[in-house]
Each structure stands twice: as structure tokens, then as C-alpha cells.
């Protein structure tokens, strides 16, 4: 035999070889792990039928394939009909049923031993791998009586998928349904506020279905369904409303007495959405999302539930951490201090503050209430006062007298803005340039171009973690207020020998009136311009020191035992103020307390998102033993 022979034969054989092999496969469904392994998903078969009563002329012509039935010439009177007892295989690991049966024009029929759209299974409830359905199928003639040929009954073969409640008692709500059916499911007892549904383990849009009095329906089903009893967040925090805050001190710990639980802001009322917020000893306001768990903190002006980091959910699914396990890390503020523009979460120009000793002064300075520019050199202009000692001089100096060129002329290419006047041994000032004065300085030091490091650290975070969730989350402002409030950096006409103090300072430092307003649009961080600055890349932020005082962790309306505290330093997203060389923030300190640290000091980092308007949560009661779920 030559070479051309022995391959055309090899080649016979192995052909001979894949088919025997597969009719065995097809036939006798050993379910060994070799073929279990190869077996394909779905594939379902009519593997056998037989002709047994009725009225045919060409018995030959009968044959089935893996989905039809066909007969060659039957019938010839109406009344006349085939009886066929025929079976299906389901050689695939998934289960099936039948959809529908298509039978050729001019033909009806009947099927016993199966009801269409159920679930196909044998006799001891098997119903895949190779589970065997044995039924009959009577086919009868509807138009004129004569010979009928070539007829066929087609069958729509298809998966079966599970419907599994989760937080709804089942009160014989369907479990299963053949793919392309709709679902009905009439709610009774125990009616699910609202419903949030997955399909193959992702959540369905809303518009896919409709949940109205009571029933929902689900059109065209083409997966396994997990239906999920839901509650509004927005709800459920309303409906803990103690009412209003206007008795609330906020300079004095919470109580039962004094805004303990959730209470409603003045002036808020009566808005579409009332701000609710957390205060005190609560235990109730815990959430788990994006396998992270948080802490409830407030509701936003538009229906929103702002939430601050908590750590890691443990093995249980419970969260109750503290310390530094309810921190994604520690940072710094930014990584230097010496400038008004690092108390900003991003900041502009860097305008360094320096001190002149004075104490040992033995010339005549100069000094004005306003500068101007000949494009050369700032001339000191309007009030001005000459000086020969800064100890004796120094307060009254303070009092309008901000500029110098510490020369006896007046004249300089650059000049000097005092930004404090409080030590009698030395001026702290900035150094201006190219015909700028404080006001401009002030604009371009406030600017948001660079990111501060902890906003850094923050987006990383974020980045790293929680980008798959950002359509979850609304797009709330987090203020940075750099508002200033007193100090010789509100303006040169300020009288003051103390330090430059931002507005978060007397809200929460000296008239205990919280607010969660934000003044200025530069200082409002936001993705979107539509609604803020439009500097941040993530919707994420930290509180305000305002929201910690409204939390019961304020200055000195503050106790342990506020949901806020955790026992370790924690930084808040409000300057504090500018005093000599040192930019200050506030911070939550380890004993429970608002207050306030040099910007380059590591503290803990609690980041803060907030959920969208009508956010439902599936499941737990908000304690830290089973938090609210959100999914």
C-alpha cells in the first residue's frame, strides 16, 4: 500500500472513529468527568418518537430531528388524527422547557404528560444531564378534509431561569420561568416598599420593568432574577426625625436632652428635601457600599445621604470599626504650611509668608495704608506712617498700616503685605511682586490648580477602588471655605494684631452655629461646573468642620460617645486660619473634640461620598451588626 493509501485510510478511520464516538455521546449520555467536561451548556434533543394510533398513509415518510417531528402523507378525513409518543433528551447542565410548539398550516394538536413553559424533568425529578421527558403528541386536521403531507410540529426549546427572593416572604410567587416569558407577580402581605432587581447578577435598570400597585412586571425575562425588597434611605432617615434644631445648642454636648438622633435643619423644612443629619450617641446609621462600610451623616439639598468611610466590613459582614481601621490611611493636609494658598484642598499661587526680626531695629521704616505700580516700583500711597520701633509701634501699625518696603522712601521693586502683627519681636509678611497687591495675591493663592496631598491621596483611593460605583454616587459640593473673616488678610484696612481666621473659625469656635452653605463657587468642589467649581475628578471629599459640630463632635459641644469619634486625629475639609508662617486646618483630635493642626501634620483620612437621590437600601437595620445594605 503506498503513502497516499495509508493516509486516505487513516484519515477513514478517524472520521469513522468522531462519529461513532458522538452517536455514542448523543445516545447513551455517559455523564463520566471526561464528557462532563466537554459537555456543551444547553443542548436538548428529541431522541426518540413513535408513531402508536392514528390514521397515515405513508409510515415511512415519519422521522424526527432534534427540535421537529414530521409526518409524510396523514389524515383525509377531519376527524382523523396520529398518536406519537416521543422523547426529549437534555444532554446540557442547564435546565430547559418548551416554549411553544409550531405545527404546519391547517393542523392543530394536543400534548399530554407536559404542560408548555414548564420545566422539563424525568421521573424521579432530574431535569438536566441527561434526564429523559417522555410525552404524546396528537395532531389533528382543521381545514377541509383531503390527504395532508409533509407535515411538520416544531418545538421552541429553552432555558429555564430561577427567580429568588431576597427580604420578601414568598407567598407562592412564581420561582421559575422559561426565557421570553413575562413575569406577573402580584404582591400580597408583607408589600416591598420598592424593588431592585439583578439579572445574572447585574443590576437591571428600572425602565426594564414596572412595580406599580403592588405588582410587578418584567416583560421578556432572559435571565436568572434575584428581586429584592428595597427601602428609601431618604425614608428611613426622615421618619427619625426628632424635628427641628432650633433649641439645639450646639455648644454643649448632645443629649437626649440636646439633638441626640436625627434632627431636622432650620430654615430646611419646608424644602423639597429637608436636611436631615446624625448627632450624638447613635448606633443605627451604618451602611455597607462598595464593599466598604460607612457611616450615614446627613441628607444633601437634594435628596442625597452623605456618608464618611468606616473601614472594612469584618468576616460577619458587620462594621464596627474604630482607629485606625476606620481610616483608608493617614496624610498630611499638604506637604508644607508656609502660605495662605496651603489651606486650600487645591490651591493656586504659592505665596510664602517670612519674618524680619525687629527687636534690635535701628532704622526708620515706612509703612502705608495702600500701594500703586509705575510699572518699575510699588510707591506706598494714602495713610502712611514712618516707624523707628516695632515693639512700641507695632499695634498701631496694625491698624491700618499694612504695606512697607522696609525703606525709608517708600519706593521698591518689591513690596511687603504684614500678615500679622501680634509679636512684638517680628513682622511675618508676604512678598509681592510685579504691581500685584494682597487682593490679587489672595485671588491667585485661592486659585484651584494644584491638588493639595491629601486630595491626592483621597482621588488615588478612590481611583483604586471606587470607580465602578461612581453612578451610584451624586454630585454634591464639598466646601473648602476660604472665606476670611478677620485678620490683616481680610483686608488692608483691618485693625488687627491677631491671626487671619476663616469663617469655619466663628461658626464653630465662637458662636456654635453650624451651616452647611458654601459662600463662594471657587471654593465649592464639584465634578460638574453646573453646580460648583467644577475642579474635583471624583465625587468624593471630606467633611466639613461644620459637619462635625452638627454631629456632636464639635469644639465644645462635644462627647465621646458622638458616632464621629473613633479615638484617633481624623482631618476635616475647613481651614482653621494663618498665623505668622503657619497654615491651619481643622481636625477631629483623638479624644473626640473639633480642632485645629498645622497643615503638614499626618492625620487619619475618612473620606466622604454621598449616595444619589433615591438610594435604596436591600436589607439590615443600620446597626453596626447589619448595616444597611447598598447595592
Not at 510685579?434 to 486630595?455: C, Y
Not at 473648602?480 to 461658626?507: E, H, V, W
Not at 464653630?508 to 453646580?531: A, Y
Not at 498665623?579 to 473634640?593: D, I, M, Q, R
Amino acid at each position: 500500500m503506498n503513502k497516499k493509501n495509508i493516509f486516505s485510510v487513516v484519515i477513514l478511520f478517524l472520521i469513522l472513529s468522531i462519529t461513532v464516538g458522538f452517536s455514542a455521546f448523543a445516545s447513551e449520555m455517559s455523564i463520566g468527568k471526561i464528557v462532563a467536561d466537554v459537555r456543551v451548556k444547553k443542548d436538548i434533543r428529541i431522541t426518540d418518537a413513535t408513531v402508536t394510533d392514528g390514521k397515515w398513509y405513508n409510515l415511512d415518510a415519519f422521522n424526527y430531528d432534534t427540535d421537529s417531528i414530521l409526518f409524510g402523507e396523514v389524515f383525509y378525513e377531519l376527524d382523523d388524527f396520529v398518536s406519537v409518543n416521543f422523547e426529549v433528551t437534555n444532554f446540557g447542565n442547564v435546565e430547559m422547557g418548551i416554549y411553544d410548539i409550531e405545527a404546519s398550516e391547517g393542523i392543530r394538536y394536543e400534548i399530554t404528560g407536559y404542560e408548555l413553559k414548564d420545566k422539563l424533568c424525568d421521573n424521579d425529578n432530574n431535569c438536566n444531564l441527561g434526564s429523559k421527558k417522555i410525552m404524546n403528541l396528537k395532531i389533528y386536521p382543521t381545514g377541509d378534509a383531503g390527504l395532508y403531507s409533509n407535515i411538520s410540529v416544531n418545538f421552541d426549546f429553552r432555558e429555564m431561569h430561577t427567580i429568588t427572593y431576597e427580604g420578601i416572604t414568598n407567598n407562592s410567587y412564581p420561582t421559575e420561568i422559561i426565557s421570553g416569558s413575562n413575569l406577573n407577580v402580584d404582591f400580597t402581605g408583607d408589600i416591598p416598599e420598592n424593588l431592585i432587581i439583578y439579572k445574572d447578577g447585574t443590576d437591571v435598570d428600572s425602565s426594564k420593568y414596572t412595580y406599580s400597585n403592588n405588582t410587578l412586571t418584567f416583560n421578556n425575562v432572559s435571565g436568572d432574577l434575584v428581586i429584592k425588597s428595597a427601602k428609601n434611605l431618604f425614608n428611613i432617615i426622615k421618619l427619625k426625625t426628632n424635628g427641628v434644631d432650633t433649641n439645639i445648642d450646639f455648644g454643649v454636648a448632645s443629649s437626649e436632652t440636646n439633638g441626640d438622633g436625627v434632627n431636622t435643619i432650620s430654615g430646611t423644612e419646608s424644602n423639597q428635601y429637608p436636611v436631615y443629619y446624625y448627632r450624638g450617641a447613635v448606633t443605627n446609621n451604618n451602611v455597607k457600599f462598595a464593599n466598604f462600610c460607612w457611616k450615614m451623616v446627613r441628607t444633601t439639598e437634594t435628596g442625597g445621604i452623605k456618608l464618611i468611610y468606616n473601614g472594612v466590613p469584618a468576616e460577619d459582614g458587620s462594621c464596627n470599626n474604630t482607629g485606625t481601621a476606620s481610616q483608608i490611611g493617614a496624610s498630611a493636609f499638604n506637604s508644607t504650611y508656609t502660605s495662605p494658598a496651603y489651606v486650600g484642598y487645591m490651591y493656586g499661587t504659592v505665596y510664602t509668608a517670612t519674618s524680619k526680626t525687629l527687636t534690635e531695629q535701628t532704622d526708620t521704616y515706612l509703612y502705608g495704608n495702600d500701594v500703586s505700580w509705575d510699572g518699575t516700583n510699588y510707591i506706598l500711597t494714602g495713610d502712611t506712617m514712618s516707624s523707628s520701633s516695632w515693639k512700641t509701634d507695632y499695634k498701631t501699625l496694625a491698624t491700618k498700616y499694612h504695606y512697607t518696603c522696609f525703606n525709608t522712601t517708600g519706593t521698591c521693586t518689591e513690596v511687603y503685605y504684614i500678615n500679622y502683627f501680634g509679636n512684638a519681636s517680628n513682622a511675618y509678611y508676604l512678598t509681592l511682586t510685579e504691581g500685584k497687591n494682597i487682593e490679587k495675591a489672595k485671588e491667585e493663592m485661592f486659585t484651584n490648580t494644584t491638588d493639595s496631598k491629601i486630595k491626592t491621596t483621597i482621588d488615588n483611593w478612590y481611583k483604586a477602588n471606587m470607580t465602578s460605583y461612581t453612578n451610584k454616587l451624586e454630585d454634591t459640593v464639598w466646601c473648602n471655605d476660604r472665606t476670611l473673616t478677620s485678620g490683616p488678610l481680610l483686608s488692608k484696612d483691618t485693625n488687627s494684631t491677631g491671626s487671619s481666621l476663616f469663617a469655619a473659625y466663628g461658626r464653630n469656635m465662637s458662636t456654635f452655629k453650624p451651616s452647611i452653605s458654601c459662600t463662594n463657587t471657587r471654593d465649592s468642589f464639584t465634578v460638574d461646573s453646573s453646580n460648583g467649581n467644577g475642579k474635583l475628578t471624583y465625587p468624593i471629599g471630606l467633611l466639613t468642620a461644620d459637619e462635625y459640630t452638627l454631629a456632636g463632635s464639635g469644639y465644645k459641644g462635644y462627647s465621646t460617645d458622638a458616632y464621629l469619634h473613633t479615638g484617633k486625629y481624623q482631618w476635616s475639609l475647613s481651614p482653621y486660619y494663618f498665623y505668622g508662617t503657619y497654615a491651619y486646618e481643622f481636625n477631629l483630635t483623638s479624644s473626640g473634640y473639633l480642632n485645629y493642626y498645622y497643615v503638614y501634620t499626618s492625620r487619619g483620612v475618612r473620606p466622604s461620598v454621598s449616595l444619589k437621590p433615591g438610594t435604596y437600601a436591600t436589607g439590615g437595620d443600620g446597626s453596626t451588626v447589619s448595616p444597611y445594605i447598598v447595592e
